[in-house]
């Protein structure tokens, strides 16, 4: 059954490092999201990707934050200077439509650590 | 302002019996509700969809009612088993494709 890969599973950076979290969508899906979970928090939308643009963005998704789709596969997120508070599980998760009429396929998440 | 609540106390049940688990929210009117899965340290498992103009929807042991004028959904787990227990999460989609979580019950199920 296909699934949607991220890596790394865990990334450990320093206050104020750039960082750059991968996932590979389904491959017949068009659009594609990240969440954040901070733990014991709820799962939270940052950010939701549809033919090479944003599509919706969240108040968390500030300009520290970017995505981008650079090749046929891949979907990326990218976070500038990271905070202590950027410390959470980030889930891509992608679907074949939008507006609810398809479920989103979460991948196994990357849990970022900013110490 | 909008909110999404569960109950967030754990509901522990015994196995053989049905775990009824609620999803309230207020100012939306979501023209899709869905159930996701959640285990520990993993992303969240789509189980339901259930539309507006939908009352009921089944799926093996699974069943979601969705009552717009009470702004409520209701899941239902029969015949629960100890690999039921996880947590079960309400998302609302809000403001065109993006998905708005409720906190989430946790299910324990015991043998």
């Known amino acids: 059954e296909p699934e949607v890969t991220q890596t790394p599973s865990h990334q450990v950076t320093q206050m104020g490092q750039e960082v750059i979290l991968r996932c590979v969508p389904i491959?017949?899906?068009?659009?594609f999201y990240w969440y954040r979970q901070i733990l014991g928090q709820k799962v939270e939308f940052l950010v939701s990707?549809?033919?090479?643009?944003?599509?919706?963005k969240s108040e968390i998704f500030d300009d520290q934050f970017s995505v981008e789709r650079p090749d046929g596969s891949n979907f990326t997120l990218k976070i500038r200077s990271t905070k202590l508070e950027d410390s959470a599980m980030y889930f891509c998760?992608?679907?074949?439509?939008?507006?609810?009429?398809?479920?989103?396929?979460f991948g196994p998440g990357t849990r970022l650590t900013v110490t | 302002s909008q909110k999404i609540e569960q109950n967030s106390e754990a509901l522990n049940i015994q196995e053989g019996k049905t775990a009824t688990l609620t999803c309230n929210y207020t100012n939306y009117s979501p023209a899709y509700l869905q159930w996701y899965r959640q285990d520990p340290g993993r992303g969240p498992v789509f189980l339901l969809l259930i539309r507006e103009n939908e009352k009921e929807k089944r799926k093996e042991r699974l069943k979601v009612t969705f009552d717009t004028t009470l702004k409520q959904s209701l899941f239902h787990i029969t015949a629960s088993q100890p690999a039921d227990s996880a947590t079960y999460l309400c998302?609302?989609?809000?403001?065109?494709?993006?998905?708005?979580f409720g906190g989430g019950t946790r299910l324990m199920v015991k043998p």
């Open positions: 491959s017949n899906h068009l659009y």
């Open positions: 998302a609302l989609e809000n403001a065109g494709n993006m998905l708005t």
């Open positions: 990707f549809y033919n090479n643009e944003i599509s919706e």
């Open positions: 998760a992608s679907s074949e439509t939008t507006g609810g009429t398809y479920e989103q396929y």
